[in-house]
């Protein structure tokens, strides 16, 4: 028994108590991370001193007033592409190694705020670009229920930590299914929310249309605590929404008697496995049971949404990766003859390969002669994958289907194959082209691998999901399956 | 039909400030071909009247207060620099 396996509700309840102390609580991170992380290895970089000390002081202030907050003393993961104030920040890539940020990003100021205690970094695909956490610089991380397959991405860290109860939660963010691939394929819940929602002021930029950051818990309740605490307009992110954010817990209700879910069949086709299928299907009676009603639809630009989005997010990405030129951060080549020499010889040096592959992609998109061709033909097809998700929600409340294709799969086993990996994102990707929030949850087992059901709402309408999401959790027992280590 | 040549690929990798070896230039040819030609199936829509979505949300410019902040202290930011010198950022030498 972790303590982890206690929501955070039930954590406050303790704290308050003073039956469980901060200490305790940082303490089973680091004894777990001792344990596992050999296995899973889901931390890039440990900030054990730090919040040794932190939790220490806040356990002085255990019962006063000043210990009320909801978070307060919580041990969280942090996905290393959020830069984090004198604690490493290398989003998986050897150009930024050392790199030691000056500020933290919004989110991280928000957790302050809300007094989270933050264990270490999480490791990634490299710049956030991948499915499985192979692309690494440093190390592949593993998936806690078989580790031998790998845990998705490119927040495998942020979704494995929390499979493996190494932390109670963490962040992750989501481009074009990076927080819900993982998560379903280790078994949590990570929510992608609406574009806008979340600040991405210190979120190091992949493709600043699509990027997301967002939650990854054991639980939906927590999932909309932690969103609660991130959420908001931010002065320092002129894409950050200016609208109300509600209290997603309210929408924890169980009660879904009337919802209207879409399910799309191109979601349900070619290429999706049979028992991912079938576990959608038996999640659809469950909700069905419950009062809700669901009909097949459409969203017929479906299949484009896959060239577009590597079109669009690999152009966006050639020119957020030009920053890194071996000037003001990060890692410089110790053999440059000139200024040219020395930019050039620090990224082939600096990035992997399928950086590499991505900047040269995006750069020939935007290319001259190329640019309406590729870009701006993505861009169009972009307006048409959003239009078939405005239709859908003008007749239901929520849009539900697989999260991924398959289940988790081997180590190794799509590597070689860009396409194929990248495949692995169609049921995802679709989503953040439109920029609506979704989630993935636990919906079933195939072979000891979990299974992901994806729910997906309109804009800035998280409490649906959440109400949908809860309303499923609570009908069935997935989400309190644990893998033994 | 080859979508893209190896020259092409270098030239790509010049404007992206890549340095890439022969054997790097060959496989990148092959795999931005064949990801180039699986993008290509967007030809079968008809785009002409659509218009490009680059921002999902409907947002115009935002402004902020033009009010004077103070920057961040020198230590700061050369703290992360590679090379720096006297209070300034060091590269090699770009006039001959």
Redesign the interface.
């Given at each position: 028994m972790s303590l982890f396996d206690n929501s955070v509700s039930e954590l406050h309840q303790l704290l308050h108590k003073k039956e469980l102390s901060v200490t305790d609580l940082v303490e089973e991170s680091y004894k777990r991370i001792n344990e596992v992380d050999d296995k899973v290895q889901a931390f890039l970089t440990l900030d054990e001193e730090k919040a040794r000390n932190a939790a220490k002081a806040m356990d002085d202030r255990l019962g006063t007033d000043d210990a009320k907050g909801l978070l307060f003393g919580m041990p969280i993961g942090i996905k290393d592409n959020i830069v984090t104030k004198g604690l490493r920040t290398t989003c998986a890539s050897k150009i930024l190694d050392?790199?030691?940020p000056?500020y933290d990003a919004t989110v991280m100021n928000k957790l302050h705020n809300a007094e989270t205690l933050t264990i270490g970094k999480l490791n990634m695909d490299e710049f956030a670009m991948g499915s499985s956490n192979e692309n690494s610089a440093f190390k592949k991380t593993k998936n806690p229920w078989n580790l031998e397959t790998v845990p998705g991405g490119s927040s495998g860290g942020s979704a494995a930590s929390v499979a493996s109860g190494e932390v109670l939660f963490s962040l992750g963010s989501d481009t074009g299914g990076s927080i819900r691939q993982p998560a379903a394929f280790c078994g949590v819940v990570g929510l992608k929310p609406t574009?806008?929602r979340v600040s991405r002021y210190g979120l190091v930029a992949f493709a600043s249309?699509l990027d997301q950051i967002g939650p990854v818990t054991r639980t939906v309740e927590d999932n909309a605590y932690l969103l609660q605490a991130i959420s908001g307009l931010d002065?320092m992110d002129?894409?950050s929404?200016n609208v109300e954010v509600p209290n997603f817990a309210q929408a924890l209700t169980g009660d879904v008697k009337g919802l209207k879910i879409a399910v799309p069949k191109e979601y349900l086709g070619e290429g999706v496995r049979e028992e991912v299928r079938q576990s959608v299907l038996d999640a659809l009676k469950v909700l069905e049971k419950l009062g809700a009603v669901w009909e097949e639809v459409s969203l017929p630009?479906s299949?484009?949404a896959?060239?577009?989005y590597?079109?669009l997010s690999s152009s966006e990405a050639?020119a957020n990766l030009?920053r890194f030129?071996?000037?003001?951060?990060?890692?410089?080549t110790d053999d440059?003859?000139?200024?040219?020499?020395?930019?050039?010889?620090t990224?082939?040096e600096g990035?992997g390969e399928e950086v590499?592959?991505r900047?040269?992609?995006g750069?020939?998109a935007l290319?001259s002669g190329y640019y309406d061709a590729?870009y701006?033909?993505?861009?169009?097809?972009?307006?048409?994958i959003?239009n078939d998700f405005d239709e859908v929600f003008k007749k239901y409340d929520v849009i539900i289907g697989p999260t991924t294709p398959t289940p988790a799969f081997k180590i190794g086993e799509n590597i070689d194959d860009?396409?194929t990996m990248y495949a692995n994102d169609v049921l995802t990707i679709p989503v953040n082209l439109?920029?609506v929030p979704g989630i993935s949850i636990p919906c079933g087992f195939s072979n000891g691998l979990p299974l992901g059901l994806q729910i997906i709402g309109k804009?800035f309408d998280e409490s649906t999901i959440y109400k949908t999401a809860y309303a499923f959790e609570q009908a069935t027992d997935y989400h309190k399956q644990k893998p033994v280590l | 039909m080859s979508r893209i040549s190896a020259d092409q690929v270098k030239h790509v990798a010049n404007l992206a400030r890549l340095a890439i070896t022969e054997e790097e230039a060959e496989m990148f040819t092959k795999q931005l071909d064949s990801i180039i030609s699986f993008a290509e199936q967007l030809n079968e829509l008809d785009t002409e009247n659509v218009e490009p979505t680059s921002h999902v949300l409907d947002m115009k410019n935002v402004m902020r207060e033009d009010k004077p902040e103070k920057g961040l202290p020198q230590s700061e930011v050369l703290k992360n620099a590679p090379d720096h010198q006297d209070g300034q950022i060091k590269v090699p030498a770009i006039i001959e």
């Open positions: 050392n790199f030691d000056i574009y806008g249309s002065p002129s894409t929404a630009h299949k484009y896959l060239a577009a590597y079109l050639s030009a030129d071996g000037v003001r951060y990060g890692y410089r440059a003859t000139s200024l040219i020499d020395m930019y050039k010889k990224r082939s990035f590499k592959r900047i040269m992609l750069t020939f290319s590729y701006k033909k993505a861009q169009k097809v972009r307006t048409l959003k860009p396409l439109a920029g804009y | -």
